[in-house]
């Protein structure tokens, strides 16, 4: 017999052992798991054994206790950018996600996605594509699923055709949740973003605290990757032909006074922190979704290595996505989404090479543990921590850059690619 709440985070307490996707508070019809935040300010269920009626589904759409199948057949990998500027400028990469949701289907369906409201991040829906604009640009941190996947069940069983879009161990925790009640996922699209992890929120929310104190205005918009582009945030049209700066991975912070603060990636000490593994989710160092095979019809990433293996894709640097398609809903997508993009087919075995979490999970830093009592500790400033923490940059990075950079090496490569006829 199945004891109660018998997953394997509660059974254990071993953090890394929860991925967060709330299958099992949203299952239990009885309020006996619900969500609530850490000390480092990612969430986990919390357990109330009176409210418990012993059912076991919790166990049963945890995907650490139940594993996902992954989809196996035929891959078909696609490189390219939208042919909307506009889509492009507003989007992460090259605005893949826009360009699918643009060729589904043309009525009776239903969109969920991640949106930000201020630090705030949550899993939403909208009923009319011309409302996605709030589920573009990727948020890292992890949203909160809220009531998403019995939203997704509702509107399945009502016979509507809906595309749910989230990481890797969302769509999983999804795929167990609609298991359970035999849902018909025929009309159902999965559409996942590679991910390398999900850092705690408490660093943006040190940092808010010190811009509170220092400009006297909290932080109202935060892109962690904005373009600078012919369009503004809202999409207007600014009139100002600017080349785009997808590769800097820019980040620009909106106060609510209406301060401006941007940031390039090199000199960005969120950006060092995090990718320096320092402060991901634990259960993030043993994703189980970092392999070639996915849990998703629809992978979707930054075109990384553009610069090396399809030079001709890169189009100024205004930002261009990877699609991998991992089914045969994904490659139908797929067939129709080329009409919207420019791009062309990739060889897989390139686009993985550049894709790390499509290979391994990333390593947990040694230093992670001093690093997060750190953050956690109200007395120590955040420009403590990026003194302490934050790589500065190199000469030869800064070189690598800015001056022998991405646009340099395309230039070079389509001049060799032109003299060598490739
Ligand atoms: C936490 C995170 C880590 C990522 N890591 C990588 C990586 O290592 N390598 C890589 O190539 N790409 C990564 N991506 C994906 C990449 O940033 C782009 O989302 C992707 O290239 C699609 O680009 P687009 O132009 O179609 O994007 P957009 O239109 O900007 O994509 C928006 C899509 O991302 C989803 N999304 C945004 N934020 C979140 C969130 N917090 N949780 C769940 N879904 C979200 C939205 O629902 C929507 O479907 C990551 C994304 C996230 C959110």
Redesign the pocket.
Known sequence: MIEMADIGFLRTGIKSECLGCEACAQICAHGALKMVTDKEGFRYPEFNKDLCVNCGLCNMVCPEEVSVPKYTERQIAFGGYSKDERIRCL????????CIVDTWFKEGYVI???VASGLD?Y?TCVFDKKDIDS?????????RIGSSYKDVRKFLREGRNVLF???PC?IAGLRNFLKIGKTDITRLLT?E??????PSPLYVEKLDRYLKDHYGSSISSLDY?FKDGKYDYEGHDKSVLRKGRWDFQVMQIILGNGKELRKDRWFNPFWSIWLNHLMNRPSCYNCPFTTKDRVADIT???L?GVHRYCPELYGENG?A??IVSNTEKGNEILSEVYKVMYGHELDLKDVISY???MRRCIPENPARAEFMEELENPDISIQKINEKWAKKPSLKLLFSKYIWGNRQKVRFWKFRNKITGK
């Open positions: 989007s992460t990469s090259g605005g893949a996600f826009s969920f996605g991640a991040v899993h589920f573009r640009k990727s948020k890292y941190s992890q949203s879009s989230g990481t969302q559409v973003v590679v991910c390398e992890g999900v990757r979707l990433g930054d990384w930002g996505s990877v894709q790390g979490p």
